[in-house]
């Protein structure tokens, strides 16, 4: 009997399935059903050139001065110096952080590595852009300079090498085009999402929606520990005189 009952749900299951398949390729919509026109997107000028910034950024160093920073060792004025629009690394002065804090953002940089060649590996033209303070986007002059490649300009440090080395000769520009997901976490400071990271490195893509590990460790294993939800972002003094400039940020 039990055998019989199976057989004869089977039946049913097949006859519905096939009257549910039938009504669905009866089914014709108009284009308009699939379409919709709320809400519309607002407006962004975008800047005359595509490293320039759009008017909904918030244009955090111009060539001009370091209002926007400070020593992220302490909160007092920040030290690097300023000439021909662009901010050097004093060494040994510290890291700069800025001023406002940043969740989810799209973030222009443009930085040089020093034209006189000194050291090598990890020793050459070192420096970082640190989002939210955590996790770091390696700068290192990379150009014919050989080091581990999860560290190597435009890794993630430490977790994850770049896709291609699409470095300039030192005392050039590149530019680094970072779109960054901040990490969620519940009110137990679980993490409930992961950060995620796009990065562009002189118009070549290297980063492709990378889920962050953690922050950046030198030493052992990365490990999510709950943060505020928007934190400032950090250029590192790693002892070299790399240089920055246009540096600019859109909040998502």
Partial sequence: MKTLLKQAFFIAGLFFFGIVSAQQKDIK?????????????????????????????????????????????????????????????????????????????????????????????????????IIMGLYEIQVLDS????????????????????????MRKPGEWNTYDIFFTAPKFNQDGMLTAPAKVTVVHNGVLVQNAVELKGPTEYIGIPNYKAHESKLPFVLQDHGDLVSFRNIWLREL
């Fill in 143 to 166: 150009y014919d300079n050989r080091t581990y490649s999860n560290g190597q300009a435009a890794s993630i440090y430490k977790q994850y090498p770049p896709l291609v080395n699409a």
């Fill in 29 to 129: 919509l108009p284009p308009e059903a699939t379409e919709f026109w709320e809400p519309v997107p607002r407006k962004v000028t975008p800047g005359t050139a595509n490293h320039l910034a759009p008017d909904d950024a918030i244009v955090l160093f111009d060539g001009s001065d370091l209002s926007h920073f400070e020593s992220a060792r302490d909160g007092s004025p920040a030290k690097w110096t300023v000439a021909n629009g662009a901010m050097t690394v004093s060494p040994r002065t510290g890291d700069i952080r800025t001023k406002q804090a940043f969740g989810d953002m799209q973030l222009h940089v443009e930085w040089a590595s020093p034209t006189e060649i000194k050291g090598e590996g990890q020793g050459r033209g070192n420096s970082g852009v």
